[in-house]
Each structure stands twice: as structure tokens, then as C-alpha cells.
């Protein structure tokens, strides 16, 4: 059962509360802080691949995973006609409570509108869960897109984190695509729901997007082996 302890994080830091940061950890990685105000982050304190997403941004926009708002509050403030959607019951408050006009509590599968633009940033394909059900999620991707409209998504090749120190992999090949994490969060002393979390490299997200018919293109890389692609 989900506990929301995202959302009831992201509210506390809009109402005053901050105290704690959050704190996550993977079946391949030791515990580690998100802190909270990166979640509430400007323009200016935004990666480069999240500037450039947002400037590629046009016409009518999707923000898939708002969180508390940031991209879409700036998107608002350039005048474009912004849609955000979360599966989090606290993301959305917030979002709401940060002015972001039009924010609905659905998950991405139950979207139906259609959008110029659909974004889907910090690390985008977490959504997608699992490297079997990312064709679903892009097939559904691809009907919520308007005649020449673009996805703009954000994803890291994580194999680093799977290197010893004498260059050597510790991969386990019967352990599967080595995106697919565990991923577990825990915040003031709770623990969430355990939940999955894909990170997709370049070549297999571009893969993937030929067998849905959508053209991939990667619009830059990150500082640390992420990158920023465009599906249309
Ligand atoms: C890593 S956070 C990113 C938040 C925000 N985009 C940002 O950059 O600060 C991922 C967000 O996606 C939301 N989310 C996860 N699965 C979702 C789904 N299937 N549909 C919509 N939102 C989802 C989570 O609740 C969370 O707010």
C-alpha cells in the first residue's frame, strides 16, 4: 500500500516544514538524500538537459510527473497552455497551491487529451517501470501527441554504477536489463512501498521507439551519463 511519502514531503516543504530531506536507495546503490528543496528548483538551478527541454517546449504541453510544479510553472509564466499530471496525491496539492492552473491526479495510462509537446523529466523512463512495458507506455505516448508534436524525455546509461575499481562490471546477466532497479524511499522515519525504477540508455530507448514508429533522436547529453531525447 502506497504511503504517499513523496507527496507528504514535497507538502511539508511548501507549508514551512522542512526538516528532512528524502532519502532513497536501490537494489544496486547505498542510501542516498534527495534533498527537498531540489524538488522546488528554478530555472536557473535546473540541469542543462532541463533548460533545453523546456526551451524546446511548444504549443499545448504535458507535464507527465509534475512533482511540485516547477517545469510547468515556468512553461505557464512563457504563456504556453500547460497540462500537469501526477500520480501523487501531495504532488498535485502542491502544484496547485504553487499556481500551476491545470494540474489532475492520473496517472499517465489513464491520460487521454493530446498535446504539442509531452515531457517527461528527471529521469523520464522511471515511469515506465520495467523494460517490458516501456512499448505500452510509448504506444500510449505516441496516441497523446498532436499531428508533429515531440516528446522530450531525460534518462541516464547507468551502467557506471555497476563497475568495480579495476574497470571490471559485477554484472549479474541473469539479473536482467541493468536499468531495472528496486528502488526504495523513506522519509521522517517511514518507509514507502517498495516500487520499480527504469533507467534507459540512448540506444535501447532508441530501440524501443522503432518498434512503436517513433523516430528517436538524442538532443544532448548530461554531465553524468544522462542525456535528453526527442521522440516524434
Ligand atoms: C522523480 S519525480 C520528478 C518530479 C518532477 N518532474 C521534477 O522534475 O521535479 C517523478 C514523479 O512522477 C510521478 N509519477 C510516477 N509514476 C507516475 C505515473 N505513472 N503517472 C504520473 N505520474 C507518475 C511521481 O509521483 C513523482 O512526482
Not at 39 to 49: C, G, I, Q, V
Not at 147 to 169: H, N, R, T, W
Not at 198 to 207: G, M, N
Request: proline share 3%; aromatic share 10%; net charge negative.
Amino acid at each position: 500500500m502506497k504511503k504517499d511519502l513523496f507527496g507528504k514531503a514535497l507538502l511539508d516543504y511548501q507549508n514551512g516544514n522542512y526538516s528532512e530531506d528524502i532519502i532513497t536507495s536501490t537494489n544496486i546503490s547505498d542510501e542516498d538524500a534527495l534533498p527537498l528543496p531540489y524538488l522546488f528548483r528554478a530555472f536557473s538551478e535546473m540541469p542543462k538537459l532541463e533548460q533545453k527541454a523546456l526551451k524546446l517546449a511548444k504549443g499545448s504541453v504535458l507535464d507527465v510527473g509534475c512533482g511540485s510544479g516547477s517545469h510547468s510553472l515556468w512553461l505557464q509564466n512563457k504563456a504556453l497552455k500547460v497540462k500537469a499530471i501526477d500520480s501523487s496525491e501531495g504532488a498535485v496539492e502542491v502544484a496547485k497551491m504553487r499556481g500551476v492552473l491545470n494540474v489532475e491526479l492520473k496517472p499517465l495510462l489513464e491520460e487521454t487529451e493530446t498535446f504539442d509537446t509531452i515531457l517527461l523529466l528527471m529521469n523520464g523512463t522511471g515511469i515506465f517501470q520495467e523494460l517490458k512495458d516501456v512499448g505500452n507506455y510509448l504506444k500510449h505516448l505516441k496516441l497523446l501527441l498532436n499531428p508533429e508534436g515531440q516528446i522530450l524525455i531525460d534518462s541516464s546509461d547507468i551502467s557506471y554504477m555497476y563497475e568495480d575499481d579495476d574497470g571490471g562490471m559485477w554484472l549479474d546477466l541473469n539479473q536482467g536489463y541493468p536499468g531495472e532497479l528496486d528502488y526504495f524511499l523513506s522519509y521522517k522515519g517511514e518507509k514507502e512501498a517498495p516500487m520499480k525504477w527504469l533507467y534507459l540508455d540512448f540506444e535501447t530507448l532508441k530501440t524501443a521507439c522503432l518498434t512503436v514508429g517513433l523516430k528517436c533522436e538524442k538532443v544532448m547529453d548530461g554531465e553524468h551519463f544522462d542525456y535528453l531525447a526527442r521522440l516524434y
